[in-house]
């Protein structure tokens, strides 16, 4: 016989990969889970960044406003009109108006009858009859806002826009 030889070898059986046998619905749900959470993730970056598109406005009613006609202030007063706090001043043929909000705290100021005739009554401020500030917290004066006449013939007050203490709208008689 052969000596020193070995009988051949039987092959060696290679294993056979069995399938992963582990229990199906788990992880099915799992995966599922995984999914939403995937997708939820997404949709919602997608609304920020398409939201982020999307300008923060107020959009706020304009600040310009028509008050009457110029005979309906008597001359010589300052006429409080109260919807938007603010006073029309007339001084013969000339119209000016002047806010009637405290630059303080945003109180409305009183008309008072004496030597200073607008009064803040939160803190006592008291206005000139130039709305500049005579005594008080009040860090400045009233503010003046642009008048103009519009085609029907009534006062345009443009409170966007402030003007100085002596910028006055004449109409001619």
């Not at 600040?63 to 007063?77: Q, S, V």
């Amino acid at each position: 016989m052969n000596k020193g030889h070995s009988p051949p070898a039987t092959p060696a059986a290679t294993p056979v990969p069995q399938p992963y046998h582990r229990d199906s619905r788990r992880d099915f749900i799992w995966l599922t889970l995984g999914w939403l959470a995937s997708l939820f993730a997404l949709a919602a970056s997608g609304f920020a960044t398409l939201r982020s598109l999307v300008p923060n406005v107020l959009y706020e009613p304009s600040r310009r406003f028509k008050a009457g006609r110029p005979g309906d202030y008597p001359d010589d007063t300052a006429t409080f009109i109260e919807e938007v706090r603010l006073f029309i001043v007339r001084k013969g043929n000339s119209y000016r108006a002047m806010s009637g909000i405290c630059p303080h705290l945003g109180c409305t100021v009183n008309p008072t009858v004496g030597k200073y005739p607008f009064l803040c009554p939160c803190h006592g401020s008291h206005f000139d009859p130039n709305g500049a500030v005579v005594s008080g917290p009040s860090p400045r004066g009233l503010a003046w806002h642009l008048v103009s006449l519009s085609k029907d013939g009534r006062l345009v007050v443009d409170m966007d826009q402030t003007v100085t203490h002596d910028k006055t709208l004449v109409i001619k008689a």
